[in-house]
């Protein structure tokens, strides 16, 4: 029996029926409030029975309160199907060969309305189908590696991508492309930076803020900007392409290692922290702004290390933090810890029993700062010296996640910790600077006269 009233219940459904209107017909509906017409979608399961939800002829939803309606009129029906369909990639003698490499997230989704939650479902192959200006761009082959949100992402996918990577780059492939959930793109771009070295070809991780079932949706255009730097860039490095502005003016290529989402819905969410991105790029190429990065070589040969050590820890350090904190770890197993410390590089006297204790266990532990932008010093309080003589390493300005997962890398190498430390202060693809150039670091703060100034003849 076919559900006309997918996922309502209670006053809702109710209104519904009273009505005589179904789910995904065309409706007018009259409230109180004003008028709308849309199509009625289903609701999500767990939803209440207080809302009718429609999706407006702009392409949003929005939820109507039963308790304001006062007529509504079913004006068509026609179920909709929200699936993209396959379409062989057509192949261009002379273009570009590029490998797009499918792990989930944003940038290949549906949105479930079961659940009312954006899903992984989208094959790499259905991308093509929903963005046919990527044919003009190379030819492209396609592979589903994962099919998870990006906080599923984690070592076993980092190896199994570096892996990856490394037999396309023999088989001669001319660039790759990583669809990648935003919210932990940039531990993956850093893990793969350590795991794949010397690269002959651009490995350009990409993503999306927003479904690719809404109207501001930036999917389209970063794959488009992706596939353009993987198949024309000379930037043979691990990129991470997302918007620059928040408009669709262009994109910024960041490095792997100095790249973090600095927003939880801007599409201009990426942000490279400590140093400026390598480039921009839009439909008709890349414009380097940097010209310090390994460049696109003819050969094939690249280092692929995809280790990695699980037992490692990242403690973002706050006021009155316990050493239950670094004790519990200790007692679990745990190989290696990162602390993202207050200032320069600090933390309270009560831990120093725990770091002591880290120090005799043989437990690495590195500093980073919490404050992004910086280095750590450690020599200028007696805080920071009496950390060090307990143990504590300085991780110069590599960020608190790029440590993170380089200390994972270095610990599923070797358990020596002078080649440990040996690893993670030997910079590796910008994960550590001699120094910030004067412009790495720029944070406005509105409602000043100089800054809204400058904001008027900027974009976003």
């Not at 789910?23 to 207080?50: C, H, M, Q, Y």
């Not at 940039?186 to 079932?213: C, E, K, W, Y």
Request: proline share 5%; with cysteine; net charge neutral.
């Amino acid at each position: 029996m076919i559900d006309l009233f997918k996922g309502y219940k209670g006053q809702a459904l109710s209104v519904l029926k009273n009505f005589k209107v179904r789910v995904w017909s065309d409706a007018e509906v009259k409230t109180t409030r004003g008028n709308f017409n849309g199509i009625i979608l289903p609701r999500s399961e767990n939803d209440d029975d207080l809302h009718i939800v429609l999706k407006l002829a702009t392409g949003y939803n929005v939820g109507v309160d039963v308790n304001t309606i006062t007529d509504m009129k079913e004006i068509g029906y026609k179920e909709a199907h929200y699936k993209i369909p396959e379409k062989e990639f057509p192949f261009t003698e002379g273009k570009p060969n590029i490998k797009l490499l499918g792990t989930g997230g944003t940038i290949a989704s549906r949105l479930d309305y079961r659940t009312g939650a954006v899903i992984p479902a989208f094959s790499p192959g259905e991308l093509y189908g929903a963005v046919p200006e990527l044919a003009d761009i190379c030819n492209l082959q396609t592979e589903k590696l994962f099919a998870v949100f990006s906080e599923n992402m984690g070592p076993d996918q980092y190896k199994k991508l570096a892996i990856a990577i490394g037999k396309e780059i023999e088989k001669g492939i001319d660039g790759i492309v990583i669809g990648h959930g935003t919210d932990t793109l940039h531990h993956t771009a850093a893990a793969l930076s350590f795991m794949i070295q010397n690269s002959p070809i651009p490995i350009v991780l990409v993503g999306s803020q927003r479904s690719s079932d809404r109207p501001s949706s930036d999917a389209a255009l970063n794959l488009i900007h992706a596939t353009t730097t993987a198949a024309t860039s000379d930037i043979a490095e691990v990129l991470v392409c997302m918007f620059g502005p928040t408009s669709d003016e262009y994109g910024l290529l960041h490095r792997g290692t100095r790249v973090r989402k600095m927003h939880s819905s801007y599409r201009s969410t990426f942000r490279t922290i400590g140093d400026i991105p390598l480039a921009t790029v839009t439909r008709d190429g890349v414009v380097p702004i940097k010209n310090n990065y390994n460049y696109r070589r003819n050969d094939k040969k690249v280092k692929i290390l995809p280790y990695f050590e699980e037992k490692v820890a990242l403690i973002y350090y706050y006021p009155n933090m316990q050493p239950d904190m670094i004790y519990s770890l200790i007692d679990n197993g745990y190989k290696g810890i990162i602390i993202a410390g207050t200032g320069l590089g600090h933390v309270n006297k009560p831990l120093y029993p725990a770091i002591r204790k880290c120090k005799e266990k043989g437990i690495p532990v590195y500093m980073t700062v919490q404050t992004l932008w910086g280095f750590v010093h450690m020599f200028v309080y007696d805080t920071g010296r009496d950390l060090m003589s307990y143990g504590i390493i300085p991780a110069e300005n590599m960020l608190p996640e790029v440590a993170y997962i380089k200390l994972g890398w270095a610990l599923g190498q070797t358990n020596d910790l002078e080649k440990v430390k040996e690893l993670m202060l030997t910079p590796i693809a910008g994960d550590i600077t001699k120094r910030e150039p004067y412009n790495g670091y720029l944070v406005y703060q509105g409602g000043i006269p100089e800054v809204e100034e400058f904001i008027k003849k900027v974009h976003k």
